[in-house]
């Protein structure tokens, strides 16, 4: 078992690497921890630093994921989107934050997959809810929603009770529903 | 008749129809199609505190083709919906359907873009269940309910009719409209 250090100490080491490509970002709340942000390009060796750096070792992705910035003002990411990395230490017990903004005309981040294996199915279901696109994932299917569904539910700018797909199955409704029962007449209203 | 004088008092004489629909109502086979906390109080309904034994519905068949009541007990995705109309397809007639809960019946608290609003807009339902989750003695009245429509089904071949499904021949539907998509492009196309 090594040394486990705090994200402030992370990021102090983060940023001796790396320099001005890195930002930090404290977010609201005492108990809050320091987030790196550092840009799509940098990305890649960011990620492979922290993972293979002695003393750092992060050894497990936890989850990527993402925030939809829309009618949210956060002056450290300019951009619409931000991929989230959860990652740990399983040698340190230490965790750390790292975020990407991306921006909404151009979604796309590298992938994490040649350093991770699990962020295969964590960047499937980033892109299967915002849209974001992994470059260089082998498989970026849909995960949960159908693979003809049409939108990216987790989107600010996506309405809650969807554009109208529950009720729409072309598949099935082309031919009607199945009739008898006791079932209300017509009552798809 | 006057055949009854002539058997004794061993025999009794009746019709097909109602020998059928005794053995029907009184020996369904559920298809629990659980997908979430109802189906935990269908387990419930046929344990033994509750024990829908009493009602002769308590073999549970998991596979469709030896079941011929349909207990959808849960919320079903838009993603879910095509799978249970699959199942419901492979079900043999005469078949009945249980909407149990306020999930199945309507989406329940669920008002969102992923849930089916009801599954009665894709499956003929003859019962609908109450509650969030219903209590196993609302699911023990649904059974007896369905037993009682079972018993008011005026014959065999109504039935039949009354259920014939017209909707869901869904390969040759698309089939049909490739091609006409097709036809419709050709001449633009040449």
């Known amino acids: 078992m090594g040394t486990s250090l705090t994200p402030e100490q992370i990021t102090e080491r983060l940023s001796k690497q790396f320099g001005d490509e890195l930002s930090v970002h404290l977010p609201p709340g005492e108990s809050a921890a320091q987030v790196a942000i550092v840009s799509r390009e940098s990305l890649e060796d960011t990620l492979s630093f922290l993972q293979s750096e002695a003393g750092l070792e992060f050894d497990f992705l936890v989850d990527v994921t993402a925030v939809d910035y829309l009618h949210f003002d ?24 790292l975020k990407t903004p991306v921006p909404e005309d151009d979604a796309w981040v590298p992938s994490a997959v040649e350093l991770w294996g699990s962020a295969l199915w964590a960047e499937r279901e980033t892109h299967d809810m915002y849209g974001i696109r992994f470059k260089g994932n082998p498989d970026m299917r849909r995960l949960l929603m159908p693979e003809d569904f049409p939108g990216f539910p ?11 797909e529950r009720d729409a199955f072309p598949q099935y409704l082309d031919s009607g529903p199945i009739s008898g029962g006791a079932g209300k007449e017509g009552g798809g209203e | 008749m006057g055949l009854e004088k002539l058997l004794g008092d061993n025999i009794i004489t009746t019709s097909v129809n109602s020998v059928a629909k005794w053995a029907r109502k009184n020996a369904l086979w559920p298809m629990p199609f659980g997908t979430a906390c109802c189906a935990i109080e269908m387990m419930a309904t046929l344990s033994g ?24 007990s849960g ?3 838009i993603k879910m919906m095509p799978v249970l109309l699959k199942i419901y397809e492979q079900m043999p007639e005469p078949k009945w359907v249980i909407s149990m809960g306020a999930c199945a019946s309507s989406g329940g608290v669920f008002d969102t873009y992923t849930l089916v609003q009801g599954v009665d807009q894709f499956l003929p339902v003859h019962c609908y269940i109450p509650g969030c989750p219903p209590r196993p003695e609302s699911l023990l009245d649904a059974l007896m309910k369905i037993q009682e429509i079972i018993d008011e089904e005026d014959s065999d071949e109504e039935a039949g009719e009354k259920r014939e499904n017209p909707g869901i021949e869904t390969e040759e539907e698309t089939e049909e409209s490739v091609s006409a998509e097709q036809g419709a492009a050709e001449p633009s196309g040449s």
């Open chain 1, 74 to 97: 956060e002056p450290s990411i300019q951009e619409r989107f931000a991929a989230v990395y959860q990652l740990y230490s399983t040698i340190h017990n230490h965790r750390f934050t």
């Open chain 1, 154 to 164: 987790l989107r600010k700018d996506y309405p809650l009770r969807g554009r109208g």
């Open chain 2, 49 to 72: 505190r509750f024990d829908m034994a009493r009602f002769g519905a308590e073999v549970i068949r998991f596979s469709p083709r030896q079941a011929d009541l349909m207990i959808v």
């Open chain 2, 75 to 77: 919320r079903i995705s």
